[in-house]
């Protein structure tokens, strides 16, 4: 039984994407598009990615349904900055750093989610409310004329926003791209979601060439043909942006004409709605699950892939978690573990031999052109 609140229609964009499909207006380029090698190997442009994306624009720590109900927090380490996200008594979501105010001891140090009504450092135990406001010090006295309001833990900009969490380092950062998402997330229901499972790959891949990995279908009907193949039409896609998000619908183009497009869940069985997430993510929207990939990079050639699987809600009987984990094991382990990361590896392995001086884009893959132009913008 299905007792998520979900919208009854799509956005007015996801609808239009939609109504392109069914025209069969394809998203083709006219032309080649060259990029130099050297985009993916250099460590000063790494340098320079880093300064201009990493650093300062809003990027994507994970689901709405990390944190499943107030008081609860979580460790984030992966973009290289020690945070705690934690959803404060009011549901609030709070981004933080993991550091002690008395003398910097890290705070917590599991992955969570835990309880955090009081968040204890393990040094002398100076407690933190959810809020990161400091309610409480040992031997108090000790610390004569203490502002306590003034150490709180350190917070970052943040936006809960459509059930996606962002945070940004930059704290003159705006978030009002990614608030623009809300009204195709929450057709989804994407806040309602239950988290199913999560898993961090490591792959030896710039990270950019596992983000180009879902900006075109080229590929689909070959790498993927022992797995999904079967499920999409090939080179069937249209695609628009919000702001620097860029949002695809991949279909079939004789099927959508005949079903009734105001018919949501029968939309969403006919169309494959993707985005990317300017700059390091992916959602994956199939009918019944969506499938968050985030891309954080720790050099050059090496990226952490986090893959989270959302589904309407907490599997309850032994046949729902198989149906789940088959769905799991299809994307998570073939599709993407093995073969779009697999691929990825093989790339960054052959551009850093040296040995070709450009990659070429086909009309088919204007959607990685288009994000490299973005990229190159934003530089
Ligand atoms: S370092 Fe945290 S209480 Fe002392
Ligand atoms: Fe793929």
Redesign the pocket.
Known sequence: MDMMPRSSKPSPGQRALADALARGDAAMGTAITRLPARNYTDSHRFAREQGSLFDRLPLLLGPSALLPSPNLAVTHDDYGVPLIISRDGDGQVHVMANV?R????RLLDVAGPVPATRIV?P????AYRADGALASLPRAECFPGLDKAAHGLTHFPSIESGGLIWFARDPGADFANEAALAPDLDAFGLAALHLYKRKTHAVAANWKLVIDAFLENYHVQRLHAATIAPFFADGITVADQIGRHQRAAVGRADYLSEIDRDDWPALRRAVTYTYQLFPNSVVIVSPDYINLLIAMPQAVGTTLVEDLMLISEAPQTNDAEAHWRRSWDLLDEGTFGTEDFGAAALGQSGLESGLIDEILLGTLEDGVAGFHARIEAAL
């Open positions: 002690c008395h003398r910097g001891t450092c040094y002398h135990a100076w």
